[in-house]
């Protein structure tokens, strides 16, 4: 017989389960792959250019929700873009990553937008816009308030980060996270047939190869 619960105190509800996976969309060298490391390993390197794609998981024990982060680290070079939508199909989120010190990669990054734009409804896919590098902040090219005035029109999160001196790595993935979470609930008060939310929890951290041309 099961056993009640002592008196004042209610039933510990069990967490939900999420599985979501993120794109790393930007140029060459803005530092998509460093961040992606520095996130899952907590370590920074300078990476060689990523051939097609590389693939990371990351598993969050939150006290809300187990979140689980497919992380696909795509490459910048412009020969991968006629197959770029193969890697952000079926994308939960997407992080737009240009390099503060280089006023070209964000007008690359507002291409990518508008890619995402074209192959998701509003509200299908949290974006956040991601301003890397800020450890080279005396060759700053891009303002802080030329990325927030981008975010702010186009509805996307937004955050400077530095994968060398790892400044707010891990806070615009939580960033991200927490938004995803958010639409969960409201999916969860609305609810509806086209959810792609779905649960896998085997193991974290380990990062395998694909996409080699």
């Known amino acids: 017989m099961a056993q009640a619960a002592a008196p004042g105190t209610s039933p510990q509800r069990p967490r939900p389960s999420y599985m979501y996976k993120v794109v790393l969309l930007g140029s060459m060298s803005v530092g998509k792959s460093s961040l992606a490391y520095r996130y899952v390993r907590n370590d920074f390197r300078e990476l060689l250019p990523t051939v097609g794609c590389a693939f990371l998981t990351q598993t969050l024990d939150l006290d809300e929700a187990i979140v689980k982060f497919e992380i ?40 990518w937008l508008e890619e995402l734009e074209k192959r998701f409804l509003p509200n299908e896919i949290v974006i956040a816009l991601v301003g890397n590098k800020t450890d ?12 927030e005035e ?18 707010q790595v891990n806070d615009v993935f939580m960033a991200v996270v927490q938004e995803l979470l958010r639409r969960e609930e409201e999916k969860a008060s609305k609810p509806s047939p086209h959810g792609r939310s779905t649960v896998d929890l085997r193991g974290s951290g380990e990062r395998t190869w694909c996409c080699r041309s």
């Open 150 to 167: 981008l975010a702010r029109t186009k509805g996307l999160l937004f955050m400077e980060t530095s994968a060398k001196s790892n400044h």
């Open 136 to 147: 080279l902040a005396t060759e700053r090219e891009v303002t802080t308030e030329e990325g």
């Open 72 to 111: 696909w680290d795509t490459a910048g070079q412009e020969k991968y873009q006629s197959v770029s939508h193969l890697y952000y199909r079926d994308a939960h989120a997407a992080l737009l990553v240009y390099d503060i010190a280089n006023k070209q990669t964000l007008s690359r990054a507002k291409l």
